[in-house]
């Protein structure tokens, strides 16, 4: 059975950094996506950042270009979310998400999840 995992969330000042990752128990080539989402109370499920197979295409939602970046290092079966610069409205619990097709921003298209971590950004 396929398991995600997660780790690096925490406390943080606005203007900080954290690195989140999400190891996995599949074939990293079994999942051509890997992403992460987002979602605070009240609100639905929202998409952060993708990454492809192979590490070379990203996608980054709006809200957190040039702030964070995602990563995957498939001979550790992980994948990273740099977050840098953080601001309290990031506060919520982020999500690792894996499919098997291209990426999507639809989180009714992925296949795994984890069971989140939460990232806390005070002000």
């Known amino acids: 059975q396929v398991q995600l995992v997660e780790s690096g969330g925490g406390l943080v000042q606005a203007g900080g950094s954290l690195r989140l990752s999400c190891s996995h128990s599949?074939?990293?080539?079994?999942?051509?996506?890997m992403s992460w989402f987002h979602q605070t109370p009240g609100k639905e499920r929202e998409f952060v950042a993708s990454?492809?197979?192979?590490?070379?295409?990203?996608r980054h939602a709006e809200s957190v270009k040039g702030r964070f970046t995602i990563s995957r290092d498939n001979a550790k079966k992980t994948v990273y979310l740099q977050m840098s610069n953080l601001k309290p409205e990031d506060t919520a619990v982020y999500y690792c998400?894996?499919?098997?097709?291209?990426?999507?921003?639809?989180?009714?298209?992925?296949?795994?999840w984890g069971q989140g971590t939460q990232v806390t950004v005070s002000s």
């Open positions: 990454v492809n197979w192979s590490g070379e295409t990203t």
């Open positions: 998400a894996a499919r098997r097709g291209v990426s999507t921003e639809d989180l009714k298209g992925y296949d795994y």
């Open positions: 599949g074939s990293s080539f079994s999942f051509s996506t």
